[in-house]
């Protein structure tokens, strides 16, 4: 986590710190490879339980209860570094292109 925010920290200051005809595109390049490639892909979640399970009956299992109470467990914690994340960035750009991942255009 700390490389991760040091990195962070890193790539705002780039582009705080540059010129706007270089921070806008570092901006958009960090978000397509970065929060795109690879960030969405580990805040995706795809829950294992089913109205019916495989025996027909209506009632989840123990095991998918607590598989459903992990997911919901790490939905938060995945909610968490997103707000830490928008809170650590200073930067108008860094900060668009963050938003403009997360809540689209």
Do not use: Y
């Given at each position: 986590?700390?490389?991760?925010?040091?990195?962070t920290?890193?790539?705002?200051?780039?582009?705080?710190?540059?010129?706007?005809s270089?921070?806008?595109p570092?901006?958009a390049?960090?978000?397509?490879?970065f929060?795109i490639?690879?960030?969405?892909?580990?805040?995706?979640?795809?829950?294992?339980?089913t109205?019916e399970d495989?025996?027909?009956?209506?009632?989840?299992?123990?095991?998918?209860?607590?598989?459903?109470?992990?997911?919901?467990?790490?939905?938060?914690?995945?909610?968490?570094?997103?707000?830490?994340?928008?809170?650590?960035?200073?930067?108008?750009?860094f900060?668009?292109?963050?938003?403009?991942?997360?809540?689209?255009?």
């Amino acid at each position: 986590m700390v490389t991760f925010f040091a990195w962070t920290d890193f790539c705002d200051d780039l582009i705080s710190k540059a010129h706007e005809s270089i921070a806008e595109p570092v901006a958009a390049e960090i978000r397509q490879h970065f929060f795109i490639k690879t960030f969405e892909k580990e805040l995706c979640i795809t829950s294992s339980i089913t109205q019916e399970d495989t025996n027909g009956h209506s009632e989840p299992s123990q095991e998918d209860k607590e598989i459903e109470a992990l997911n919901g467990h790490t939905v938060s914690i995945k909610l968490a570094l997103l707000g830490q994340i928008w809170l650590h960035i200073k930067s108008d750009g860094f900060a668009r292109e963050f938003s403009k991942w997360l809540l689209g255009d």
